[in-house]
């Protein structure tokens, strides 16, 4: 699976850009605020359909335009393939596959990306919101089903919160809860088997890459953390709901008294230990690195036994975070599938891969 070549008009910075990567390791270099995370995040959006920086596509279009495009010529599936993503501020945006519309969820039946950025080096510190996003964009591109199923359980939540706030001034209100806490609890039962399935999967491929990475120093584990009546999220979804529905009818006062949603799968988390210590609690600077990678290149893994194909890898600005060995570690492991890293102008990365260097000055890209 790879990006042959990508044309860019309006999006970002590039007013008219066209670039061609090489099937293996690609590095774009570059100063800072010249494009190089634009280009990624065109690549990115052509398996998501949607930016990994921003919630807003208007946001996506260059400065004197009226809307943006991203058309790429794409090898995957063993065949050759086009996207075209065209975004224009106040409509919805417009895919076709093949001259055939598509719908965002649908990109990932075509091309699927694993992203790394500086943010993500955060991964095992922060909450448990960036945990559940990592869960959500992979298993959204393995499974298209999911994608849809979470955006109806985020319709669900975003009007059960509406009402829990507003119905002591809107008493009527109530008389809706019951269907949208239904709706809820129906969607997060179907949720949980996906992300229970996907975390088991992180917890078989990840200890041996985080094995290797350590030096054979530590272990890690993966655990998945959900509704706490949920007594088995590999059961069916029909028993996961009853689960469920036991759950929120318990905490159905607190809910009214909080005013928020007390129960669903918004409240899920993985529970990452190093040698058998919460690497949350626990863990220095160092390890939480190395297992944030660990997590990023079992990924990676998965997507590779799942569709038979590596995903694009998109390594943003990560490398210059890490220590040489880190760095070392992440480079030996790229061969096998296309890579796009970006990084600063004078680092010596493109001499370390051996890959093709592209230089970006203002939205201008040079070979």
């Given amino acids: 699976m790879r990006v042959e070549k990508i044309a860019l008009n309006g999006f970002r910075n590039y007013e008219w850009e066209t670039v061609e990567f090489a099937p293996g390791t690609n590095v774009i270099c570059g100063q800072n605020a010249q494009g190089k995370t634009n280009l990624l995040e065109a ?5 998501m359909g949607r930016s990994f920086r921003t919630r807003f596509d208007r946001e996506l279009v260059g400065f004197d335009f009226s809307e943006g495009e991203i058309l790429a010529e794409v090898f995957s599936h063993e065949r050759d393939q086009t996207v075209n993503i065209k975004f224009r501020p106040g409509q919805a945006k417009k895919i076709l596959v093949n001259g055939v519309r598509k719908t ?32 959500d964009n992979a298993i959204s591109q393995i499974r298209p089903r999911y994608a849809e199923i979470l955006s109806e359980f985020n319709k669900y939540y975003e009007n059960k919160t509406r009402i829990l706030k507003d119905w002591h001034e809107k008493p009527a209100l109530l008389d809706t809860l019951d269907e949208f806490s239904d709706g809820m609890a129906r969607a997060s ?11 088991a999967r992180l917890n078989e491929v990840a200890p041996a890459i ?16 959900t509704v706490s ?31 928020q949603c007390l129960t669903g799968a918004h409240k899920d988390d993985l ?12 863990a220095s600077q160092g390890q939480t690195r190395t297992a944030a990678l660990s997590l990023k290149l079992a ?22 975070e890490l220590d040489r060995k880190r760095q070392e570690f992440v480079l030996n492991r790229l061969s ?3 890579t796009l890293i970006t990084c600063c102008e004078d680092a010596d990365i493109s001499r370390r891969t051996g890959g093709r260097v592209l230089f970006v000055e203002k939205g201008r890209i040079k070979a």
Avoid: W
Avoid at 43 to 47: P, Q
Avoid at 113 to 129: H, M, R, Y
Avoid at 189 to 199: E, L, N, P
């Fill in 104 to 135: 965002a969820s649908e990109l990932s039946t075509v091309v699927n990306t694993v992203l790394f950025c500086p943010d993500d080096l955060n991964l095992i510190k922060e909450g448990a919101s960036v945990r559940r996003r990592l869960l």
């Fill in 189 to 199: 039962a179907q949720i949980i088997r996906y992300r229970a399935s996907f975390a």
């Fill in 299 to 320: 990924e990676r893994e998965i997507f590779l036994s799942e569709t038979g194909e590596a995903p694009i890898l998109l390594l943003d600005d990560v490398l210059s």
């Fill in 43 to 47: 690549v990115y959006m052509l398996s």
């Fill in 229 to 259: 009546t949920v007594r088995d999220p590999f059961a069916s979804a029909k028993e996961i709901y009853y689960d469920i529905c036991e759950h929120q009818e318990a905490h159905r006062q607190a809910e009214l008294e909080s005013a």
């Fill in 210 to 225: 985080h094995r290797e990475f350590s030096g054979e120093n530590e272990e890690i584990r993966i655990d998945y953390r």
């Fill in 336 to 338: 096998g599938g296309q």
């Fill in 271 to 282: 529970e990452i230990a190093i040698n058998g210590r919460s690497a949350r609690s626990f």
